[in-house]
Each structure stands twice: as structure tokens, then as C-alpha cells.
């Protein structure tokens, strides 16, 4: 499963909300390494068979599918000069694009 780091973890305690207390990480097909990464903020489980991860106050959701391609990626937060965002390291990944939303498996 996924790890979550503590600094992503305190950025998703400000982005979180009580109407969305979730955050989805799934992957989808595109980007221009053929898959791509992506997070939204969600009210709760939207499938019976999510994998809920619960990190004290933040809870994250994974669907089986991208669970299989997200197995021991780690959720970071970093702080740069153009404002910052979360990162998804993945040990999984033969190739990553510049950009570091899309990978190839």
C-alpha cells in the first residue's frame, strides 16, 4: 500500500474539508509516458471495494486498479519557489516524464 509522508499530511489537513474529508489518488491512462496520476478531494468511499487508508484526521482512497500500480509509492509534499505540491514517488514506475505526473510501468 501507500505511505503517506507527514508533511503531505499536514498540507492535506489544510485542503481537506468536513464535506470532502477524502482524498482519491488514483491512475489513469494518458499523460505522455501512457499513464497518469491523479488526486481529488471526495465526500467518502465511492465503491465498496476502496482501500481506505486513515492517517489520523486524513483519510485516502484507492480503487483496486490503480492500488495494483500505486503498490509502496509515497505521497509527499514538497515547497518550492513556484508555490509547491504533492509529489508521487513510485518504485513501480520504468519511466517517469519532466513533468512527474505520468509514468510508464
Sequence with gaps: ???VTEKAVEKL???LTKDE???RVFVQGGGCSGFQYG???EGGPAQDNDSVIELGDVKVLI???SAGYL???VIDYEDN???GGFQIKNPNAKSTCGCGSSFEP
Design 39 to 41: 488526486m481529488q478531494t
Design 1 to 3: 500500500m501507500i505511505t
Design 13 to 15: 489537513k489544510e485542503v
Design 71 to 73: 503498490k509502496d509509492a
Design 81 to 83: 519557489l513556484m508555490g
Design 63 to 65: 480503487d483496486p486498479i
Design 21 to 23: 474529508p477524502y482524498l
